[in-house]
């Protein structure tokens, strides 16, 4: 640990250096006074977060624990969407903006904004839910939304947490079969959708990809009944029979609709995440204890004071856990203004996000390291022509950051003093696991420091023991927490050996890490299939399958390489049948095929034709000398004696088709 132990510890500064009121947290001691206390007593801790929010009927047990089932706030009935913003208009600050929302396209007179109250939000929640109940949507109902990053997309989520229906948003940048695997798999019969979406000045066809989703299962018992379709693009669009427009539906729909309350344990959502095998996985989500773990995290890790002056923007898709928990449900019930931005950083050019940053006068600012890296390659002279001096706090999410990109972002964005809150969490967690507090925690670049408040966290061999500082071993919870994951939808088998049989008794998220000496923790990335491109989880048997797929494959090999700005780029190697020639043109037609089976996200940066695969003597695919070769080492680290044919290594990492 010697490198890490040398880095440089940047202290918290004064919450006056960054035009903060106050730190909530506002030292080391305090820290550990509240996370002792959180391990001490865990119940009196969560309760005492929970009760700042509003419950129907309070629980009676804080946390049932028998492993690996967890339950939060038993007994006790709260919603959502009441807490996200209900609240706030009954306590009398319906005029204060939730919502900031900003158009990618970029006409002279300037982008289109739209600012909405807590009241406009209560109501359109409210029109939309009626819409979702007219077609038939009830309680436990699960609500397919494939939209663009349109204020829609918030309050489709919200009317379904308003009503007890549950969520599954796909990410937009998915393709039509995602979209019939998600479906099918969620028995969902109701998608919300939009004619398309902007992205860097083009339009996604978003309605034609449900087209071609709802066609494949039409005459199947999967077959969808509605799909509600926002008009964005103005792109021609096929209005058929299931279709109805928002503005019809929802427009014509009455704003009055009470928020149910619903039992703390309630599923909330369904969020689908890629894991080892190729099937994503439907990662449950519940009411009660997600909303005071999103809430409690975003309060703290941002520093949020309902002062009327704070504008916070995340830069993920809702598509994705990040913009679930840190755009919506984590921050709303904290009222501050959270901004929605629909496009491409780089559109109409590279500085498009300091100047939202500088027009909005943005104060929490929370985005992912690929971001921060292709920052870097753009150009200080982006950042420096805005004036980012409202930023107080900076945060950093989906992958480790490299200490190069944690420092350039504190110093060109942060005005070298901004705290940068290195996020370590999961689709899984729901939200912040292991982050530093930006008003207590000394950071170090590249590490996530310490566990929040009520977790317990720690670094352990294959038997769970803890291994000592300075080592390397696995990531593991040892301990529930409120915002955990309650199952993996429909498969009982693959939550309970995905995540509760490789450690006894503890979580195992997958990732591996290192502490230091001053028991700061450093993730060193994932031990399993999984492969973060651009902070987006993807699973290599995923993009496998689709290789496989294309008539000319025969077996196909992928993992993750280093990649300059995504972090983790995709290798591929690829064995074809007879009659196909290798050549940049089948690489080209096998790019799009990925594309088109997964979603661009997918597409391999490196693809490598191989005569064959190294595999053992038992016919497993050898991993670890794949990534090496990917990632151009040509001193093969492993030992290569099992290898079937060794001369396989040879010509794959002479070969120059990549
Ligand atoms: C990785 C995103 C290092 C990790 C919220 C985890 C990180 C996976 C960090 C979850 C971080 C996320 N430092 N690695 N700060 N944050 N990861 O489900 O490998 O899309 O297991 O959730 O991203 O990805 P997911």
Redesign the pocket.
Known sequence: MTTEQTVPTYAPPAANDVGALSWLVGSMDAYRAMHQRSIDDPEGFWSDVASEFHWFEKWDTVVEWDLPDAKWFVGGKTNLCYNAVDRHVADGYSEQIAIIWEGEPYPDSGPEVRRITYRELQNETAKCANALKAMGVKKGDVVTIYMGMVPELAVACLACARIGAVHSVIFGGFSSSAIVDRVKDAKSKVIVTCDGSWRRGKVVPLKENVDEACQSLDGTPDAVEKVIVVKRCENDVAINGRDVWWHDAVGGASDDCPCVPLDSEAMSFLLY?SGSTGKPKGIVHTTGGYMVHTSYTSKLTFNMIPDGQQIYWCTADIG???GHSYILYGILPNRVTSVMYEGGPDFPDASRFWDIVERHRVTQFYTAPTAIRAFMKWGNEHPAKHDLTTLQVLG?????INPEAWKWYRKHIGRGVCPIV??????ETGGHMLTPLPGATPTKPGS?TLPFPGIDAAVVDEQGNEVPNGEQGLLAIRKPWPSMLRGIFGDRERFVDTYWKRLPGMYF???GAVRDDDGYFW?T??VDDVI?VSG??LGTAEVESALVAHPAVVEAAVVGMPHEIKGTGIAAFVTLGPGHEPGEGLKNELRAHVGNDIGAIAKPDLIKFAAGLPKTRSGKIMRRLLRDIAAGKTEISQDVTTLEDLSVVAKLASSDES
Not at 422 to 427: F, I, K, M, V
């Open positions: 995440t994705w856990i990040t950093t999410v989906g992958e480790p290195d996020t370590w969490w999961q689709t996530c998220p997958g990732d993730i990335g994932r973060n987006h989880r």
